[in-house]
């Protein structure tokens, strides 16, 4: 298998000519910072295949587009299906220079796309599926999705979500596809490492990114890497990779491993005002997710 | 000429598609469509079909898949029926608002609950608003034609539409009749490379269906309306070339029997024109002066085209196997919309609505219906043009 190096590869500096100044994002969005890091590695040379999310919007409006490479917009539970389309056409037709990326949320994800997602990991589709995570449908205005964490207030869960988040990047390891892996917009040059080596493998790749979002998470537009490393820090994203049957911590997780480094979850839910109405009790719940997720994780990882 | 063998609907459709040499196919499962894309997989599996197959895990997907193949530059191809049609409606509409061309099968059954899995043309006639080139076939030879003539007109450059291809479940899709199938390569050098207004396969960064203002988007869906009167004129040149090189021309967006001379004019659509056609005989017998007109293209409408044939009958009865609930059957509707724009003193009409839930109409019926129309017209004693859902019962 490739042996690229996820933590010590230097971010190209012209990742700004394929993705544009001028898009319609949010201050602070994490979007843009994650869609750069996708531009450096795949250039010109990908096909976006956007279902209904933030980034429909982001991207500006016609006859403009704020990203030098193709997109095509498709409904929103159909990523994964007109990727593989588009995979199998450019197959036919020859043409194996062309990655074909669908780029999703949450919801178009794990909750109203899971069975296109499911079908196109099932056949091995050769496509790269990125499903960057702010934890709600926050183009529609702030509602839960089955990503949305436990505890977390959303505008159809004014009280706090009960449920805890459904573990996308876990079904899709179970789905036996070639590639899987977390990240997050807090870690970019893990994040380009990661999508270099999806680039290098063919099939079908997941990524899924964790993407702190401002407005929707109620915390300062300047501290979306902030929340994005404490989420890390404090042990609740894990940052990993599978493949080949085998599932790798990578370097910025792995310091938390060790319990006694991680940081008070109460810093990462403390700075976030969704959290604001979160209870004792349900903190102590989601203590036991992040060690649960753990025990899984490092088990995995022997 | 071409290979004479003995074909259901399906497998006609099947064969058609095989010699449009299509490069994705994209299907799910439905009764009665399935044994179309049994087909398909076979020929692919006997490597006399190159297409790729994607066994997708929804009709959603099916066309969704379709779709994202076609935007690469592929022809592709799928089929559906009933439930699977409206679970991929959202995908009907996105299909044609990209000016993608496409062609699907539509194996008709009728819309459910309760479960049944008989033909109506519910299912069909329920796409009626999504922009798509409608064309519905009475018999296996009719299916297999009208399918590969899809591909033509589709990737016509003043139409860039998507084609759909009805024909009813069991009635035409699982009984046999001799086909004629023409000859591969002249139908490869009549039907030519594929032809889309625009290819996104990396070549150019390309941007398709980002947000766009109102004035904008509404200037492309004027363009589809545009096209599809360019369609009106392509589906007749295609149905003149298709005649000429294969021996079979229908006459277009409609198809007349014994309409010229007639003073009542029966319209229909599908399989059981066929069972009305023999009704038209017995009471031509009997000396009433009654014809049959055949939709063959639902969209585009073609009212003009049937005004043009019916200007001057006395009366008309409309055949719907479909019903808008509490309206008429949609074919009736459009019809009499159409006939407004043409003259300003209706003929007589009826509207029967019947064959619903795949119930059995034969030509009894039809010669009963017609017989009490039209001894009513001559005797005067038809005061208003009239609706009836008529429930055969035997």
Redesign the interface.
């Known amino acids: 298998m490739s042996k690229i190096e996820t933590r010590k590869l230097p971010l190209p500096h012209d990742a700004r000519d394929k993705l544009l100044p001028g898009d319609a994002a949010c201050p602070g969005c994490p979007i843009p910072i994650a869609l750069k890091v996708v531009s450096a590695v795949f250039g010109?040379?990908?096909?976006l295949?956007i279902p209904a999310c933030c980034t429909?919007?982001i991207?500006?409006?016609?006859?403009g587009?704020a990203?030098?490479?193709?997109?095509?917009?498709?409904?929103f539970?159909?990523a994964?299906?007109?990727?593989?389309?588009?995979?199998?056409?450019?197959?036919?037709?020859g043409?194996k220079?062309?990655h074909v990326i669908a780029w999703a949320g949450d919801g178009g994800t794990a909750d109203i796309g899971v069975?296109?997602v499911?079908?196109a990991a099932?056949?091995n589709e050769d496509i790269i599926y990125i499903m960057y995570d702010n934890e709600a449908y926050m183009n529609t205005g702030i509602q839960r999705s089955s990503s949305t964490p436990r505890g977390a207030w959303t505008t159809t869960t004014p009280t706090g979500k009960i449920e805890n988040k459904k573990d996308m990047a876990r079904i899709l390891i179970a789905h036996g596809v070639p590639y899987v892996a977390t990240a997050s917009v807090g870690y970019p040059h893990d994040l380009y490492g990661k999508l270099q080596r999806a680039r290098s493998m063919s099939g079908f790749r997941f990524i899924h990114i964790h993407a702190p979002c401002p407005p929707g998470w109620r915390f300062d537009p300047q501290y979306t890497v902030r929340v994005a490393k404490l989420a890390v820090e404090t042990g609740l994203w894990v940052l990993y990779e599978y493949y080949d049957g085998k599932l790798t911590v990578s370097g910025p997780s792995r310091p938390y491993m060790d319990p006694a480094k991680r940081k008070p979850i109460e810093e990462y839910l403390k700075i976030q005002g969704r959290f604001r109405v979160i209870t004792d009790e349900l903190i102590n719940e989601i203590k036991k997710y992040v060690n649960e997720n753990w025990y899984w994780i490092t088990k995995m990882s022997r | 000429m071409g290979l004479r063998v003995a074909l259901t609907g399906n497998h006609a459709v099947a064969y058609a598609v095989k010699l449009a040499d299509p490069d994705v196919i994209a299907a799910y499962p439905i009764t009665p469509q399935t044994s179309i894309v049994e087909k398909l997989a076979e020929l692919i599996d006997k490597g006399e079909l190159r297409a790729r197959m994607i066994r997708v895990e929804s009709e959603h997907s099916a066309l969704a898949a379709c779709f994202g193949a076609a935007v690469a530059g592929a022809r592709t191809f799928t089929a559906t029926s009933s439930q699977g049609l409206l679970y991929m409606h959202e995908f009907v509409h996105w299909v044609s608002r990209a000016r993608i061309p496409v062609v699907m099968a539509i194996v008709s059954r009728t819309i459910n609950t309760p479960w049944n899995i008989w033909p109506d043309h519910s299912d069909f006639v329920d796409q009626r608003d999504a922009g798509w080139v409608m064309s519905y076939a009475m018999d296996s030879q009719e299916a297999f034609d009208l399918t590969l003539q899809a591909f033509k007109v589709s990737e016509d450059p003043s139409v860039y539409l998507p084609v759909m291809v009805g024909l009813e479940g069991f009635i035409i899709g699982h009984t046999a009749m001799p086909v004629e199938i023409p000859d591969e390569n002249i139908v490869k050098e009549w039907l030519g490379e594929r032809r889309q207004p625009y290819v996104i396969d990396g070549s150019e960064p390309l941007g398709l269906g980002g947000l766009t203002f109102p004035e904008d988007t509404e200037d492309m869906f004027y363009h589809i309306q545009e096209a599809m009167n360019n369609a009106k004129n392509v589906i007749k040149k295609v149905d003149e070339e298709y005649g000429k090189l294969f021996g079979r021309k229908y006459g277009g967006l409609v198809s007349c029997y014994n309409c010229i001379d007639a003073k009542y004019i029966a319209i229909s659509m599908g399989a059981w024109s066929g069972d009305l056609v023999e009704a038209v005989d017995k009471l031509r017998e009997e000396g009433y002066p009654v014809g049959a007109l055949r939709i063959r293209y639902y969209r585009p409408f073609p009212a003009e085209d049937i005004w043009e044939i019916v200007r001057n009958a006395k009366g008309i009865v409309v055949f719907d196997r479909a019903i808008s609930f509490g309206a008429w059957g949609q074919i009736y509707t459009d019809l009499v919309a159409g006939f407004s724009l043409y003259t300003n003193k209706l003929p007589q009409m009826a509207n029967i609505v019947a064959g619903i839930a795949g119930v059995n109409v034969i030509s009894e019926d039809f010669y009963g219906i017609l017989k009490s129309f039209i001894d009513k017209s001559e005797s005067g004693t038809l005061e208003r043009n009239y609706f009836a859902w008529i429930k055969v019962r035997r």
Do not use: C, F, N, W
């Open positions: 010109e040379k990908a096909i295949v429909s919007v991207l500006g409006t016609y006859p587009q990203i030098k490479t193709s997109v095509i917009h498709v409904p539970a159909s994964a299906a007109v990727a593989s389309g588009v995979s199998q056409a450019l197959r036919t037709r043409i220079d062309v069975a296109s499911s079908g099932e056949r």
